[in-house]
């Protein structure tokens, strides 16, 4: 028997052992760094979609963005009121011009238009009357206008009257014969009488051929001139007074040739900047500090500007941090619905009307200034902005229960009002037509297209239903009846029916959205993914609380930027 020495078993490689423990923990490390990942967004996913009393409650940040909402809300509206009453200052001194020059110019005016013209007359002596009866009265305004009037140059430079009349080239009519021989062709013939010929010969321009007038070729008749005034009532305001031009036509109007002329006045008033203004007082200084709460008002609209604009951009990112993570963990993608969910449409809401408010504040300031006069553009900004900032206060009236019901309903029935909308206006423009070619020579609501739709609409609502019943001419029996199967069919197809649909479309989404509110709405991706991060704290709460502590520890300076601040 052989003595063999007994061998030892070998140890393990400590090599291979301690390659397969740093494996380990760095799996462990990063199935931890998922977890933290996954907690972090959801942790920003939940604070975004925070209201800004929750977010305070979460994280102490100061509403910014809400108290500068409101502070707008109050300089806009402020603002706005006070320019409604420049502007309006501005509307009044334009129309009790017109219905001054009116008098003036227009004789035997009774101060009430008779239609869309001012008045008309039915003799050839009256027809010569009202024409010199114009140029009189111009030559003598100094010493009969009671406003602050004088005379101003056309545009052809010329300080006076410009009289053009247009007529057929040639005609001679027969009507007891039943024949006519006339040049359909139109001439337009014109003469300037300038203020000097007025005065120098005051009564050799009356015999002048070419007031002449043929009547049967004659076709129009027409008068312009230009003054100039000064709008004095602005100095009460504590403002400065407005130069005005103003471009009058008197337009005789015989294209008819059925014996009566219509005589149109039209007034264009365009605001020019007053070229030497001396006014002692304190209007300098009001004007300055409205300056002043102008420039302050475009401050607050740019900082809200920034504000709802960085809101968006970091939205987008983390909007894009979400679908990353979405995809790379569930394969697949994010529905659209909650894609949507990150844009937030109150800010473009907010921005769109910031930048209004901005453009029109500098009209404005630009306005006041006298540099600029148009009023129209500025008060369509102004307006427009006041408007989207006050539909904008429906935003944090959504955050209470009660009046989210009117937002919810809105968002979900807007899609089948518009299809219904669109199926119903064919029908509409059907009875449009219809009422115009068929009604237009019976009845006055039916003589132009825009004048049928707003007649069609008014009836859609309930108004004027007799007053339309009853101006029907009876002149051709078969009108009249067909009138009566046109409106009786149309107000009974669109009051009992279409408008009753239309409502039932919006109920219907009413009493789903309460459905919803009382039972849950239908979850999606989104907030299955967040509802995971409720029911992780409560079913593990302290590993819910160290991986938030983690996550708080681990997030570094320069991920910051990934969470929004709205």
Avoid at 12 to 18: K, L
Avoid at 186 to 211: A, G, R
Wanted: aromatic share 14%; hydrophobic share 40%; net charge neutral.
């Amino acid at each position: 028997m052989t003595w063999q020495p007994y061998r030892f078993p070998q140890a393990r490689n400590p090599e291979r052992g301690s390659g397969v423990f740093r494996l380990t923990v760095r799996n462990a490390m990063a199935h931890l760094d998922c977890e933290v990942k996954e907690e972090c967004l959801r942790e920003d996913l939940k604070f975004y979609f925070m209201n800004p009393c929750e977010k305070y409650r979460a994280r102490h940040q100061i509403p910014w963005k809400l108290g500068l909402q409101i502070l707008k809300i109050v300089m806009v509206t402020t603002q706005l009121i006070r320019f409604g009453l420049s502007n309006q200052l501005v509307v009044a001194f334009k129309e009790d011009n017109t219905i001054a020059f009116k008098h003036l110019f227009l004789k035997g005016y009774s101060g009430i238009d008779e239609d869309d013209y001012s008045c008309s007359v039915y003799t050839q002596k009256d027809a010569y009357e009202s024409v010199f009866f114009v140029i009189n009265q111009y030559h003598h305004l100094k010493n009969i206008s009671l406003g602050t009037l004088d005379y101003g140059k056309n545009e052809d430079n010329i300080i006076g009257l410009k009289v053009c009349k247009q007529h057929y080239k040639k005609g001679t009519m027969f009507p007891s014969n039943e024949t006519l021989n006339i040049d359909s062709d139109i001439e337009i013939d014109c003469i300037h009488l300038d203020l000097q010929v007025l005065t120098e010969n005051p009564e050799d321009w009356k015999n002048l051929s070419f007031f002449r007038l043929e009547f049967h070729r004659l076709l129009q008749l027409e008068i312009s001139f230009h003054l100039k005034g000064i709008d004095l009532q602005t100095i009460h305001t504590r403002e400065l007074p407005d130069c005005f031009v103003f471009q009058n036509t008197i337009t005789f109007d015989n294209k008819a040739h059925s014996g009566k002329i219509k005589i149109y006045f039209d007034s264009d008033a365009t605001i020019e900047e007053c070229k030497d203004l001396n006014i002692s007082g304190s209007i300098q200084k009001n004007t300055q500090y409205v300056l002043v709460f102008d420039a302050f008002v475009i401050v607050i609209c740019l900082a809200s500007l920034i504000l709802c604009t960085r809101s968006i951009v970091l939205a987008l990112r983390l909007r894009k941090r979400f679908l990353n993570f979405f995809l790379e963990k569930y394969k697949r993608r994010v529905c659209d619905v909650d894609q949507w969910k990150f844009i937030n449409g109150w800010y473009i809401l907010v921005i769109i009307s910031d930048l209004m408010t901005v453009i029109g504040s500098i009209l404005k300031m630009e306005i006041k200034a006298k540099n600029l006069t148009n009023y129209d553009l500025c008060s369509i900004f102004l307006g427009t902005s006041t408007l989207l900032v006050w539909v904008g206060v429906i935003r944090y009236l959504g955050y209470f229960q009660t009046y989210n019901v009117l937002i919810l309903t809105m968002q979900a029935s807007l899609p089948k009002v518009l299809r219904f909308c669109a199926c119903a206006g064919m029908i509409y423009l059907g009875y449009m037509f219809c009422g115009w070619i068929v009604l237009g020579p019976y009845h006055d609501k039916f003589e132009d297209l825009d004048t049928v739709a707003e007649c069609l609409f008014s009836l859609v609502n309930g108004d004027d239903m007799f007053a339309t019943f009853a101006q029907i001419q009876q002149k051709s029996i078969f009108v009249w009846l067909f009138s009566r199967l046109y409106l009786y069919s149309f107000i009974s197809l669109f009051i009992y029916m279409i408008l009753s649909l239309f409502i039932a479309l919006i109920t219907d989404s009413y009493d789903t959205i309460k459905k919803y509110q009382q039972n849950g709405f239908p979850e999606t991706d989104l907030q299955e993914f967040l509802k995971e991060c409720s029911s992780k704290e409560e079913i593990q709460k302290e590993p819910s609380a160290f991986l938030s502590c983690i996550c708080c520890t681990r997030r570094k300076g320069s991920d910051d930027h990934l969470i929004p601040i709205a």
